[in-house]
C-alpha cells in the first residue's frame, strides 16, 4: 500500500480517510500495523529511489564489487557499488570472466528490457537486481585464457549448485522426453525444459500451480520429520525440528530461492519450533508472521505477482480451514473439495487480469492431483533413496518404470482431455475490477463467518446471491461482446472475430508464433494465423482484406468499416479505423475497437 502510494498520491487521501474510520472506531491495535506497513513502503520505495533508482538507459561509471554469487556456468549475481548506488545493487554479470573484488573497473550497467508480454524489468527489480553489468575495457585473449584458467581453479560452486546439476544428472540418466522435463521442474523449480504443449495442458486443466515450488512440494520434503513433531520423546522432537528446517530450507536453496517456497518453508519452520516446544499456534498467525518477516526483508515482493497469489491461496485456505473445521459431517470430503475452489476464489483478483484464462474443470482435475502428487512424490523419494544409496537393481528398475509409467499415463490423459474436450476459456476480454470484487467477496463473506459462527448458512447464501448479481455484468456482458483488438507485440497483431473461430494477423513474422502460442495459452480455440508481410494480401468470403500499398503501409476493409495501418519507424506507428486513429509502439497497451 506504502509503495503504491509513493507512485500514485491520490491513494494517500483514500488511505487518511480509511484510517481515520478506524481510529473513529478506536480500532488502535489495526491502526497501528495499518499504519506501520504503509511506512515500511513508504520508505522503501524512498530508499530504494535515492541509493537505487530505476534504469531507463545504459550508464557508465566506475564499479566496484564487494560479492559475487553464481548460480550456474553462465549465471552470475554481483554485488557491486558506484556513484549512484552508494550502497551497493545487485547486478548479473555479464563479462567473460568474474570481476576482482575491491578493484575498481569501468564498466557499463543496461536496464532489462521487456520484449514479450511478461514484464521482466519489474521481476528483476522485484528481486533488487537493478540491470546488466557488462566491464568496458576488453583483456587480450591470453591474459583473458590465464584468468578464466586461475577463476575455475579457485572458484567453487555453492552446495545447492552442485546438487541441482547431480540432480539434472541423475534425471537424464534414468529418464527422457516429458517425463524428464516434468521431474526436473517439480525437483529443481526450473520449468525451461519443460515443452510448450505441457505448459498450456496445466494452464487449461488448473494444475499450473504443481509447477511452481510452493507448500505442496516443501510439504512432500518434509512430511516425515514433521511426523517426528507428533511423538512424546524431546529428543525426537529436537531431531525433527532440525531435520524440518535442513531440508525445507535446502530445498528452497536447490529451487534458487522463489517467493512461494520461501513462504512455505518459513511458515513450516515457524509451524515446526512452536510444536517442537508444545506451543499452540494458530494457522493464520503463522501466516501473519510469515508475512511480516518477508516483507520486512524485501518489500518489493509485496508487487510481485508471484507473491501476491502465493500469500492470496494460502490464506483463502486458512479462512476456509477454520470454517470446514465447525463441520460435524463431511468435514474431510469438503476440504477435499473446497480448497480448490477457495484456492481459486483467493487468486483470481492477481491471476486471470495476468494470465486471462479460466479452466472449466479445475475442481475435479485438482482433487485428482492431490492422490496423483502424492503417488508421485512417494515413488519419486523411493527412486531417488535407490539411486543415491546404489541399491539392488531389481529395486532400483521398480521404482523408475512405476514412476515413469504413471507420470506417462497421467500426461497422456491430459492430452486425450485438451484434444476432445474445451478445458478453458479466454477472459481477455473482461475487467479486472470484477475479479478484485469476486476475491474482496470471499474475503469479506469468509471472516464474517468466522466471526458470526452461527450465521454461517445465511451468509454463505449471501455471498452467492452476490456473486450470481456480478456475473452478468463482469463476465457475461464483456464476454458477448466481439470487439476487433489490436495487441501489440513488436508490431500490432490483429485478433478478429471470424464466425466461431478466431483470425491473428500479424505484421511480422516474429510476432506471429508467438501470438499464436499465446492464444493457445489462454484457452483461445480454432485460431487462425496469418502473417502478412509487405506484399502479400489477406481476404474471406465477407468482403474483409487487407493488402499492402507500399512498404510501409497497408489498407483494407473489416467489419465493413475501413482501415489503414502504416509504421513510421521500426517501433512506432499509426492504426487507424473508420474514424478511430491510435498511435502504437511495440510492446504497448492492447486497444479493442468495437
Known amino acids: 500500500m506504502g509503495m503504491l502510494i509513493s507512485e500514485q498520491t491520490f491513494l494517500s487521501v483514500v488511505i487518511a480517510l480509511f484510517i481515520g474510520l478506524l481510529l473513529a472506531k478506536k480500532r488502535n491495535g489495526f491502526v497501528l500495523a495499518i499504519f506501520l506497513f504503509t511506512a515500511l513502503g513508504l520508505t522503501h520505495k524512498i530508499v530504494f529511489y535515492c541509493f537505487q533508482p530505476v534504469l531507463t538507459v545504459t550508464e557508465c561509471a566506475e564499479w566496484k564489487c564487494a560479492a559475487i554469487s553464481i548460480y550456474g556456468p553462465a549465471s552470475s549475481i554481483c554485488s557491486c557499488s558506484t556513484i549512484d548506488f552508494p550502497l551497493g545493487t545487485l547486478v548479473e554479470w555479464n563479462g567473460q570472466s568474474l570481476p576482482l573484488l575491491d578493484r575498481p573497473f569501468l564498466a557499463r550497467l543496461t536496464p532489462f528490457r521487456s520484449g514479450a508480454s511478461f514484464n521482466l524489468a519489474h521481476w528483476k527489480q522485484s528481486r533488487g537486481i537493478s540491470g546488466q553489468l557488462e566491464p568496458i575495457e576488453q583483456m587480450s585473449s591470453s591474459e583473458q585464457n590465464l584468468l578464466n584458467f586461475l577463476r575455475a581453479s579457485e572458484q567453487i560452486a555453492p552446495l545447492s549448485v552442485q546438487l541441482r546439476q547431480l540432480i539434472q544428472s541423475a534425471l537424464i540418466e534414468s529418464f527422457s522426453g516429458e517425463v524428464l522435463c516434468f521431474l526436473y521442474a517439480i525437483a529443481t523449480g526450473n520449468k525451461t525444459k519443460l515443452p510448450f504443449e505441457l505448459k498450456s495442458i496445466f494452464a487449461q486443466t488448473g494444475l499450473a500451480h504443481l509447477l511452481a515450488v510452493s507448500g505442496y512440494h516443501v510439504g512432500l520434503v518434509c512430511f516425515g520429520p514433521l511426523m517426528l513433531l507428533r511423538t512424546r520423546r524431546m529428543i525426537l522432537r529436537w531431531v525433527g525440528l532440525a531435520l524440518v528446517i535442513t531440508m525445507a530450507w535446502g530445498f528452497v536453496s536447490l529451487c534458487e530461492w522463489p517467493a512461494s517456497a520461501c513462504r512455505a518453508a518459513t511458515m513450516i519452520t515457524l509451524y515446526a519450533i512452536a510444536n517442537a516446544f508444545y506451543t499452540q499456534i494458530d494457522p493464520i498467525q503463522v501466516w501473519s508472521a510469515t508475512l511480516c518477516l518477508m516483507l520486512s526483508k524485501n518489500p518489493s515482493l509485496a508487487l510481485d505477482l508471484g507473491t501476491q497469489m502465493s500469500f492470496s491461496a494460502v490464506l483463502s485456505i486458512l479462512l476456509f480451514a477454520r470454517i470446514a473445521s465447525r463441520f460435524r459431517s463431511f468435514k474431510k470430503t469438503s476440504m477435499a473439495t473446497g480448497i480448490p475452489i477457495v484456492a481459486q476464489l483467493g487468486t483470481v483478483a492477481t491471476a486471470i487480469p495476468a494470465f486471462h484464462i479460466f479452466p472449466f474443470y479445475f475442481l475435479p482435475f485438482n482433487i485428482a492431483a492431490q492422490f496423483a502428487m502424492t503417488g508421485i512424490g512417494l515413488l519419486f523419494g523411493a527412486w531417488g533413496v535407490c539411486f543415491a544409496l546404489d541399491l539392488p537393481v531389481t529395486l532400483h528398475h521398480f521404482f523408475h518404470q512405476a514412476l515413469s509409467s504413471l507420470i506417462s499415463q497421467l500426461l497422456d490423459w491430459l492430452y486425450f482431455f485438451q484434444h476432445n474436450f474445451v478445458l478453458a476459456i479466454n477472459l481477455d476480454r473482461t475487467p479486472r475490477w470484477i475479479w478484485i470484487a469476486l476475491s474482496s467477496l470471499y474475503f469479506l463473506h469468509a471472516l464474517r463467518c468466522i466471526q458470526f459462527k452461527k450465521r454461517t448458512g445465511y451468509i454463505f447464501i449471501q455471498f452467492v446471491a452476490c456473486v450470481l448479481i456480478l456475473l452478468p455484468w463482469g463476465i457475461l456482458a ?57 506484399g502479400e494480401h489477406w481476404s474471406n468470403g465477407r468482403g474483409e482484406y487487407l493488402f499492402w500499398v507500399s512498404d510501409r503501409e497497408a489498407i483494407g476493409c473489416i467489419a465493413k468499416r475501413p482501415c489503414n495501418y502504416r509504421y513510421t519507424g521500426e517501433n512506432k506507428g499509426t492504426f487507424c479505423f473508420e474514424e478511430t486513429s491510435i498511435y502504437w509502439e511495440s510492446w504497448g497497451a492492447d486497444q479493442e475497437f468495437n
Do not use: E, W, Y
Not at 500479424?506 to 502473417?531: E, M, P, V, W, Y
Open 478 to 534: 464483456p464476454m458477448m461482446r466481439n470487439p476487433i483488438v489490436l495487441k501489440t507485440h513488436r508490431k500490432p497483431v490483429l485478433h478478429i472475430p471470424d464466425g466461431n473461430a478466431l483470425r491473428i494477423i500479424a505484421f511480422d513474422q516474429r510476432d506471429s508464433a508467438a501470438a499464436h502460442r499465446r492464444s493457445i495459452f489462454n484457452g483461445t480455440h480454432n485460431a487462425k494465423l496469418t502473417c502478412l508481410i509487405p
